[in-house]
């Protein structure tokens, strides 16, 4: 009775049990299928390990993997900086309308999923689709010189225009929770609104940011709606190519291969923001 | 009657009854792989018509997905279901496509019932006993024909090019105008590419024949890179649907589509009435779906019998002609006698009975139309 009872007051048990139902979701949803697509990329079809998965992966698909870290790259970039301005003007607007409006507006995209994004984008951006029709109705532009945004472009204004207001929640929330008095103070000194940005408000929240782009660049990898719906060309992404691999071939060896390749992507990613979070001593 | 018999005739009804209560408590539930109007097919028409027609059965009508990706997931889970050891499979009626029909006959998923059911014999055409050099006689039901063909507008091309070679001429001399979907963005692309091949291999028949060589391949690629060269005058379309969308917004003049979905479109007011289709030479392939079900259905017979309705010649008249634009499953003569004679000429007016039989190509078995579409990636994408 003595020991259940010392069992029982042992705060490790509890917190054991407490964690448990968290672990066992990770192992089963995610460690135990990461683990097994590993195991897949590096098997041959006919048993054994073998590296076969990964030279066709790059045969066939390096242009891609490329491409993929390029437009990724460059839309959490984009992301960054709309993000910034959008949580800036938020902090340090002064016509109290236009605050309001951007803050009523910026967040409509999160409540969009990427399938429907991708479908409004289909038509928004053709050759002659809803954007160049305004543009060309209002004269800017001759219907003869209007072009398709479906290609890298498309892919990157959507991704853009879906992934911006996420981070802007994010640090719109971080800058608003500064200590004003430091802004206040800098304002009286005569600093102008962009250089207490970029010298006093950015530096304070920059570990948000990091946090909300790297998550935006993990999501970014993994949609596969919006470059399979707007990007027709070639190269494209390699969530396309892994599709691909398993609806056109039943092929899950060189799919998993892409898929490993993408972990790696991430973890390089996961790297950094970790590194982060030990830089400053605490948790990220 | 004494008390006693009484009470048995009771129970003996009550009995009958709860027995009936059980049998009409039945669920049959049918996966269809395909474009959302293939699902809309089975639970807007098929199903209410059959619940109908045998009370207390209820039809449970869901799709897989578009494109062989459906196909696969119905794959997937009655070989997941095979693997387990189950003796009764969840899975009683399935839509897979062509190519995925010969792999589950190839992993015995399927069960033998063409000879079970009254119209098994109303189809006679090759696509009922061979998927892709598979044989698969008596294993299937064709629910449909579909067809790929080239859609043009007429009062843009008035004389569009009726071979891959007047094609080949008409892109160069008319660059961006003509689109497709490349071969990862739907099957319109990918028999378009089919068709290249057939048109340029020389190898047609081997390709839809077999036996597979796997050495083949390695001849094709002065042909891919031809292919490449054309490309660089194509715009590239998002999709089957994409196609049908650029035509219409006049993005592009003429692309490769589904003929079915093309007049469906027609038919809603998303294509323009002006635009034409043509079947041009030697050909471009088509495939029929599927009606197939599984080693060990749970409710097989109902199954059979869901089956034998779909097949018959009104549903096929009324269902796939009249309301989907699809060419019948089983012999067009069966359903020409329920049909009034327009809606019979509406499907074959462009593409005409001739054009069907002379350049409706079947796909390449599956080894080969595998090694064209990779093949494609390494010397057209890469």
């Known amino acids: 009775m003595m020991s259940f009872h010392r069992v029982l007051h042992d705060e490790r048990v509890w917190s054991f049990a407490l964690v448990a139902p968290a672990l066992v979701t990770v192992g089963l949803l995610f460690i135990y299928p990461l683990g097994f697509s590993a195991v897949s990329a590096f098997s041959a079809e006919e048993g054994g390990w073998t590296f076969a998965n990964f030279i066709k992966a790059f045969d066939l698909y390096s242009n891609d993997i490329l491409f993929t870290v390029v437009i990724v790259s460059l839309s959490t970039v984009l992301i960054g900086f709309f993000a910034i301005a959008i949580g800036g003007y938020l902090t340090l607007g002064e016509n109290p309308y236009a605050v309001a409006i951007l803050k009523w507006l910026y967040r409509w995209p999160l409540f969009i999923p990427f399938i429907v994004a991708a479908q409004l984008m289909r038509t928004f951006l053709a050759k002659n689709g809803l954007m160049n029709n305004l543009i060309v109705g209002s004269g800017l532009l001759e219907p003869m010189q209007t072009q398709s945004f479906l290609d890298w472009r498309g892919i990157v204004i959507t991704f853009v225009w879906k992934q911006t207001p996420f981070v802007a929640l994010l640090v719109a929330g971080a800058m608003a929770s500064l200590d004003r008095s430091m802004i206040e103070s800098a304002r009286n000194l005569g600093a102008s609104r962009i250089r207490i940005l970029v010298e006093i408000i950015l530096p304070q929240v920059r570990p948000t940011i990091v946090v909300g782009l790297i998550l935006s660049f993990v999501v970014m990898m993994s949609v596969l709606s919006v470059p399979i719906m707007i990007n027709a060309q070639t190269p494209t992404m390699l969530t396309v190519d892994m599709a691909f691999r398993i609806n056109a071939y039943g092929d899950y060896g060189v799919a998993n291969a892409l898929g490993f390749i993408s972990y790696l992507m991430t973890g390089v990613v996961a790297w950094i923001y970790l590194r982060q979070g030990v830089r400053q001593g605490a948790a990220p | ?382």
Do not use: C
Not at chain 2, 68 to 97: C, N, P, R, T, Y
Not at chain 2, 313 to 331: C, H, L, M, R, S
């Open chain 2, 1 to 382: 009657m004494t008390k006693l018999a009484l009470m048995r005739t009771s129970v003996a009804v009550g009995l009958a009854i709860g027995m009936a209560g059980a049998v009409h408590a039945q669920t049959i539930n049918v996966l269809t792989a395909g474009s959302q109007n293939m699902v809309d097919y089975v639970t807007d028409y098929l199903g209410p018509l059959f619940e109908e027609q045998n009370p207390g059965v209820t039809v449970r009508a869901a799709g897989t997905g578009p494109g062989d990706a459906g196909s696969q997931k119905i794959f997937e889970k009655l070989d997941a279901q095979m693997s387990a050891g189950s003796d009764a499979w969840d899975v009683d009626v399935a839509v897979v496509h062509q190519k995925m029909a010969g792999q589950m006959r190839e992993a015995d998923l399927l069960g033998s019932y063409r000879g079970d059911i009254a119209t098994g014999d109303l189809v006679t055409r090759a696509t009922a006993k061979m998927a892709l050099g598979v044989d698969v006689d008596g294993y299937v039901m064709p629910m449909f024909h579909s067809q790929t063909a080239i859609a043009y507008n007429p009062d843009l091309v008035p004389d569009p090019p009726s071979t891959y070679e007047e094609l080949k001429e008409w892109v160069a001399a008319n660059p961006g105008q003509f689109g497709y979907n490349g071969i990862k963005q739907g099957m319109s692309g990918v028999s378009f590419v089919v068709g290249w091949m057939y048109a340029h291999s020389g190898q047609e028949d081997v390709l839809s024949g077999g036996p597979y060589d796997p050495a083949l391949k390695d001849g094709w690629g002065d042909i891919l890179a031809e292919l490449k060269s054309f490309n660089e005058n194509v715009t590239f379309t998002p999709g089957n649907a994409g196609t049908l969308d650029m035509l219409n917004r006049g993005e592009i003049v003429m692309g490769p589509v589904w003929v079915d979905m093309f007049y469906t479109w027609q038919a809603d007011g998303r294509v323009a009435p002006n635009i034409k289709l043509k079947l041009i030479g030697p050909g471009m392939p088509g495939q029929p779906m599927y009606y197939i079900v599984p080693a060990k259905a749970a409710n097989a017979d109902l199954g059979k019998k869901f089956i034998e309705l779909a097949t018959s010649p009104t549903v096929q008249a009324e269902g796939i002609v009249k309301n989907f634009n699809w060419y019948p499953g089983i012999d067009a003569e069966h359903v020409e006698d329920s049909l009034e004679p327009a809606d019979f000429d509406k499907l074959f007016a462009d593409v005409t009975p001739d054009d069907l039989a002379s350049k409706g190509k079947v796909f390449p078995i599956g080894p080969f139309f595998d090694d064209i579409l990779e093949s494609y990636e390494r010397h057209v994408q890469n």
